[in-house]
Nanobody, 118 residues
Framework: QVQLVESGGGLVQAGGSLRLSCAASGSIFSINAMGWYRQAPGKQRELVARITRGGSTNYADSVKDRFTISRFNAKNTVYLQMNSLKPEDTAVYYC????????????WGQGTQVTVSS
């Protein structure tokens, strides 16, 4: 069983910062990429940021220059530093793992709520 445990969400005022963490555990044989997605009420889930095994990153245009994704390989943990938060960043943020695991190749966390007040 593979689990992704997210933490760090919460309520913050516009212009503030939050740091999300996602720790992967269980029978993980290899990780190709880890990333963060978000889903706001009434909207589709969208990619926020992703980091590959080799360290390449890509971001949604709406968060470039404000969010930074990083990864601590030794602990299968990925972080999302979110600065200059805006009300439109309000959403449930989900951690995602793509790789070879005993639970499949596409693993999702339970999600953590981020709310940005104006």
């Amino acid at each position: 069983q593979v689990q992704l445990v997210e933490s760090g969400g919460g309520l913050v005022q516009a212009g503030g910062s939050l740091r999300l963490s996602c720790a992967a555990s269980g029978s993980i044989f290899s990780i190709n990429a880890m990333g963060w997605y978000r889903q706001a009420p009434g909207k589709q889930r969208e990619l926020v940021a992703r980091i590959t095994r080799g360290g390449s990153t890509n971001y949604a245009d709406s968060v470039k220059d404000r969010f930074t994704i990083s990864r601590f390989n030794a602990k299968n943990t990925v972080y999302l530093q979110m600065n200059s938060l805006k009300p439109e960043d309000t959403a449930v943020y989900y951690c995602n793992l793509l790789g070879d695991t005993l639970s499949g190749r596409d693993i999702w966390g339970q999600g953590t709520q981020v709310t940005v007040s104006s």
